[in-house]
Protein backbone atom coordinates (compact mmCIF):
# COMPACT_ATOMS: atom_id res chain seq x y z
CA UNK A 1 0.00 0.00 0.00
CA UNK A 2 1.62 3.17 -1.03
CA UNK A 3 2.12 5.66 1.95
CA UNK A 4 -0.45 8.60 2.50
CA UNK A 5 2.00 11.56 3.79
CA UNK A 6 1.34 15.23 4.85
CA UNK A 7 4.39 17.33 4.37
CA UNK A 8 5.77 20.11 6.84
CA UNK A 9 7.43 23.43 5.86
CA UNK A 10 9.95 24.22 8.30
CA UNK A 11 9.70 27.72 9.33
CA UNK A 12 6.60 29.44 10.11
CA UNK A 13 4.93 25.91 10.45
CA UNK A 14 6.92 23.94 12.83
CA UNK A 15 9.32 25.93 14.86
CA UNK A 16 8.74 29.65 15.44
CA UNK A 17 9.96 32.57 12.80
CA UNK A 18 12.29 35.32 14.53
CA UNK A 19 11.68 39.34 14.16
CA UNK A 20 14.77 40.57 12.87
CA UNK A 21 15.92 43.89 10.66
CA UNK A 22 12.52 44.85 10.15
CA UNK A 23 10.79 41.64 9.29
CA UNK A 24 10.41 37.51 9.83
CA UNK A 25 13.08 35.01 8.91
CA UNK A 26 14.04 31.86 10.03
CA UNK A 27 16.18 31.12 13.22
CA UNK A 28 20.00 31.23 12.31
CA UNK A 29 21.19 30.10 15.68
CA UNK A 30 19.84 27.04 17.90
CA UNK A 31 19.43 29.37 20.69
CA UNK A 32 16.52 30.93 18.57
CA UNK A 33 14.91 27.89 17.69
CA UNK A 34 11.39 27.48 19.39
CA UNK A 35 8.68 24.81 18.37
CA UNK A 36 5.57 26.60 16.95
CA UNK A 37 2.35 25.73 19.83
CA UNK A 38 0.42 23.15 19.42
CA UNK A 39 2.79 21.01 16.38
CA UNK A 40 3.65 18.09 18.91
CA UNK A 41 -0.26 17.55 19.27
CA UNK A 42 -0.88 18.23 15.45
CA UNK A 43 1.52 15.58 14.24
CA UNK A 44 0.46 13.02 17.11
CA UNK A 45 -3.12 13.59 15.05
CA UNK A 46 -2.02 12.81 11.95
CA UNK A 47 0.19 10.44 12.55
CA UNK A 48 -3.02 8.81 14.38
CA UNK A 49 -5.06 9.53 11.01
CA UNK A 50 -2.74 7.50 8.99
CA UNK A 51 -0.04 9.83 7.96
CA UNK A 52 3.07 9.62 7.40
CA UNK A 53 5.26 13.19 8.19
CA UNK A 54 8.27 14.69 6.32
CA UNK A 55 9.72 18.03 6.75
CA UNK A 56 10.69 20.02 3.52
CA UNK A 57 12.67 23.28 4.07
CA UNK A 58 14.37 25.48 2.07
CA UNK A 59 17.73 26.99 4.29
CA UNK A 60 19.22 29.47 1.99
CA UNK A 61 21.20 31.19 5.18
CA UNK A 62 23.64 27.96 4.48
CA UNK A 63 24.72 29.10 1.69
CA UNK A 64 24.50 32.53 2.58
CA UNK A 65 27.12 31.44 5.44
CA UNK A 66 24.57 32.99 8.16
CA UNK A 67 23.18 29.41 9.39
CA UNK A 68 26.00 27.08 10.37
CA UNK A 69 25.96 23.23 9.59
CA UNK A 70 26.16 22.12 13.25
CA UNK A 71 22.99 24.47 13.92
CA UNK A 72 20.88 23.06 11.25
CA UNK A 73 21.75 19.79 12.92
CA UNK A 74 20.63 20.58 16.20
CA UNK A 75 17.50 22.33 14.94
CA UNK A 76 16.63 18.95 12.80
CA UNK A 77 17.82 16.92 15.67
CA UNK A 78 15.08 18.35 17.97
CA UNK A 79 12.10 18.01 14.74
CA UNK A 80 13.17 14.47 14.79
CA UNK A 81 13.25 13.62 18.51
CA UNK A 82 9.71 15.45 18.49
CA UNK A 83 7.85 14.96 15.89
CA UNK A 84 9.30 11.87 14.46
CA UNK A 85 9.06 12.34 10.83
CA UNK A 86 9.71 9.75 8.19
CA UNK A 87 12.16 12.06 7.07
CA UNK A 88 13.55 15.31 6.95
CA UNK A 89 14.41 16.92 3.27
CA UNK A 90 16.70 20.25 3.37
CA UNK A 91 17.35 22.55 0.48
CA UNK A 92 20.89 24.56 1.10
CA UNK A 93 20.70 26.44 -1.76
CA UNK A 94 20.25 30.49 -2.46
CA UNK A 95 18.19 31.44 -4.97
CA UNK A 96 20.70 32.17 -7.80
CA UNK A 97 21.93 28.64 -6.96
CA UNK A 98 19.36 27.13 -9.45
CA UNK A 99 19.02 23.82 -8.21
CA UNK A 100 15.50 21.60 -8.14
CA UNK A 101 14.99 21.42 -4.70
CA UNK A 102 14.54 24.99 -3.93
CA UNK A 103 11.27 25.58 -3.34
CA UNK A 104 8.47 26.74 -5.06
CA UNK A 105 10.09 23.98 -7.61
CA UNK A 106 9.14 20.49 -6.31
CA UNK A 107 12.58 18.36 -6.40
CA UNK A 108 12.04 17.90 -2.90
CA UNK A 109 8.70 16.55 -2.66
CA UNK A 110 9.66 14.46 -5.69
CA UNK A 111 12.78 12.94 -4.40
CA UNK A 112 10.43 11.53 -1.32
CA UNK A 113 7.26 10.67 -3.56
CA UNK A 114 9.79 8.62 -5.41
CA UNK A 115 11.96 7.10 -2.57
CA UNK A 116 8.90 6.65 -0.37
CA UNK A 117 6.19 5.38 -2.96
CA UNK A 118 3.46 8.30 -1.72
CA UNK A 119 0.08 8.29 -3.04
CA UNK A 120 0.23 12.31 -3.98
CA UNK A 121 -3.20 12.08 -4.21
CA UNK A 122 -3.62 11.19 -0.73
CA UNK A 123 -1.08 13.60 0.57
CA UNK A 124 -0.60 17.31 1.75
CA UNK A 125 2.04 20.10 1.83
CA UNK A 126 1.24 22.64 5.08
CA UNK A 127 3.12 25.51 4.25
CA UNK A 128 3.08 29.14 4.84
CA UNK A 129 4.11 31.13 1.73
CA UNK A 130 3.01 30.28 -1.53
CA UNK A 131 6.34 29.36 -2.63
CA UNK A 132 4.98 26.29 -0.31
CA UNK A 133 1.55 25.57 -2.08
CA UNK A 134 3.52 26.23 -5.62
CA UNK A 135 5.93 23.32 -4.38
CA UNK A 136 2.96 20.84 -3.70
CA UNK A 137 0.81 21.83 -6.92
CA UNK A 138 3.85 21.03 -8.90
CA UNK A 139 4.34 17.54 -7.32
CA UNK A 140 0.63 16.94 -7.41
CA UNK A 141 0.06 17.39 -3.50
CA UNK A 142 -2.70 19.39 -1.70
CA UNK A 143 -1.57 22.00 -0.55
CA UNK A 144 -2.70 24.00 2.77
CA UNK A 145 -1.47 27.76 3.73
CA UNK A 146 -1.08 28.20 7.25
CA UNK A 147 -1.88 32.09 7.07
CA UNK A 148 0.86 34.60 9.19
CA UNK A 149 0.78 38.03 9.04
CA UNK A 150 3.85 38.06 7.31
CA UNK A 151 2.79 35.56 4.38
CA UNK A 152 0.13 37.76 3.30
CA UNK A 153 1.27 37.29 -0.68
CA UNK A 154 -0.56 38.59 -3.59
CA UNK A 155 -1.01 36.27 -7.45
CA UNK A 156 -3.70 34.49 -9.02
CA UNK A 157 -2.85 31.31 -7.06
CA UNK A 158 -3.77 32.53 -3.35
CA UNK A 159 -7.58 32.46 -4.25
CA UNK A 160 -7.17 28.89 -5.37
CA UNK A 161 -5.29 27.43 -2.21
CA UNK A 162 -7.17 26.74 0.98
CA UNK A 163 -6.00 28.48 3.95
CA UNK A 164 -6.32 28.00 7.55
CA UNK A 165 -5.31 30.24 10.69
CA UNK A 166 -4.39 27.50 12.91
CA UNK A 167 -2.47 24.65 13.06
CA UNK A 168 -5.58 22.37 14.76
CA UNK A 169 -7.29 23.82 11.44
CA UNK A 170 -5.17 22.65 9.33
CA UNK A 171 -5.47 18.98 10.76
CA UNK A 172 -9.41 19.86 10.58
CA UNK A 173 -8.90 20.28 6.84
CA UNK A 174 -6.90 17.43 5.87
CA UNK A 175 -9.62 15.24 7.98
CA UNK A 176 -12.20 16.17 5.86
CA UNK A 177 -10.24 15.58 2.96
CA UNK A 178 -9.64 12.38 3.58
CA UNK A 179 -13.01 10.93 3.92
Not at 79 to 96: A, N, R
Not at 110 to 139: C, H, M, N, P, Q
Not at 157 to 164: A, Q
Amino acid sequence: MRRRVVFLDRDGVINKLVYRDGGWFSPQRFSEFVLEDGISEVSEELKRSGFDLIVVTNQPDIARGKLSRRDLHLMNQMVSTTLQPLDIFVCPHDTDDNCECRKPLPGMLLTAIYKYDIDKASSFLIGDRLVDAKAAISAGVKPIILEKHYSLESGRIKNLVPRVTSLQDALVMVRAADR
